[in-house]
Every structure is written in C-alpha cells, then in structure tokens.
C-alpha cells in the first residue's frame, strides 16, 4: 500500500524487523516502490547466503567434534543440515522466475539504478546456489565419513573396556582361590596378604604396560 507494507511469513524475517525498528540503517524506503521491491529481493537473497554462513560454521563445529563422537547425533545435525539445503535450493530456484520477470519487464524496473541493483540481486542468488551446492557436497561427504568415525571412536572403546576388564580379572582370579578353604604355598607366612597385594598389583602393571605397547590402552 501507499504506506504500509503487508507481509506474510511463518517466522519473522530479520530483515523485515530491522526495517521496522530503522528504516534508515535498512536503507529501505517506501518513498519508491520499484527501489523498495529490489531492495526487498535483494535481502531475500543475502539472507539465503547469511544462513549458508551459519551452517558452514556449525558445520565446522560438528567436523572438530568428530574425533570424539559415539553417538548418532552426529548423523541426524548432518540430516537436519541437508535437509535444509535441499529446502534452500527449492527455494532459491523459485525465486529465479521473480527476477526474470523483473529484468523483461518493458513497464517497470527502468531506472537508471535499477540495472545495477537487478545486477546484485543476480550475484547474491547465484552465491546462495553456489554455497548450497558446495555445502551440499560437503555434508554427503561427511555423512559417509561420521559413521565410520562412530563405529572406530566405539571399536576404541570396547577395546578400552575389553582391556580394563582382563586386568581386573587378574586379582580376582588370585583372590579367588586363595579363598578356596585348602592349603596353598604361602599362606602361612605371617605377611602372606602383604605379599599377595604386591604379586597382584605387579602383575597388574605388567599386564597394564604390555597391552599398551600393543596398543590396546
């Protein structure tokens, strides 16, 4: 309208808010409808590339935590990730025929300005597309490579465990049968436990240090 601009959106747009609160730092006027229209368009497509940029530092988050995954949240951030990808490019090719339009138009969108500010529009979709390609590709490489981090992080694990699990046996194997009710060598020596405590944990770091040189610690 002549002074109103009606907008209709499942979530509010930051740069529909930003014009609200400071037209002038929006550099959005209502002053000309044709320059309030590119100038609209193009914040539609900086806002695509401003979420590419989130999703590219999010992502290089999630890669810096790889090394220590084991579960498959993992999975379902890259999921979500590429699922909104999938939803930008839909999106982004949408918005192609809008700005054909505008370029054929013989009544309208022929100011002196308007070529220059079409031109930037073209460069920010173009940068949206390219971005949602290239972290498209990015994430289908990642989503391959998570699971296989996973399974190793949890393989480390287990052998960790695995490993733990057969040094403890060892005291409970020697406590076990000097438990048995039946006569065995040293047991009537007067500090029989003292000595069975040293053997044991002897025999503990033995078992300790030669499973991590076999790299099972």
């Known amino acids: 309208m002549d002074q109103v601009v009606i907008t209709v ?3 509010p747009a930051g740069f529909i808010q930003d014009f609200v609160m400071d037209p002038a730092s929006s550099k959005l006027s209502l002053d000309n409808h044709e320059d309030f229209v590119l100038a609209i368009m193009w914040y539609i497509e900086h806002s695509f590339v401003a979420a ?12 810096s935590r790889l090394n220590q995954a084991t579960h498959n949240e993992e999975l379902f951030t890259i999921m979500a990730y590429q699922k ?11 918005n192609a025929p809008t700005l054909d339009a505008v370029e054929a138009s013989v009544t309208h969108f022929n100011a002196p300005n308007h070529q220059s500010l079409t031109d930037d529009i073209k460069i920010e979709t173009q940068q949206a597309s390219d ?9 289908q490489q990642y989503s391959q490579l998570v699971g296989s981090v996973i399974s190793n992080n949890l393989n480390d694990v287990m052998k960790f465990l695995t ?17 048995m009710n039946v ?9 029989s436990f003292t ?3 040293l053997g044991t944990i002897i025999l503990c770091i033995i078992s300790i240090e030669y499973l991590r040189n076999h790299d099972y610690f």
């Open 52 to 63: 590419l940029a989130l999703i590219n530092r999010r992502t290089t988050t999630l890669e």
């Open 163 to 179: 490993s733990l699990t057969m040094v403890l046996t060892i005291p409970t194997i020697i406590g076990g049968i000097y438990g």
């Open 84 to 94: 909104s990808l999938i939803r930008f490019k839909a999106a982004l090719n949408q």
């Open 131 to 139: 971005m949602a390609d290239t972290t498209n590709q990015i994430l």
């Open 195 to 197: 000595w069975l405590m």
């Open 9 to 11: 959106s499942n979530y």
């Open 183 to 191: 006569k065995l060598p040293g047991a009537g020596l007067v500090h």
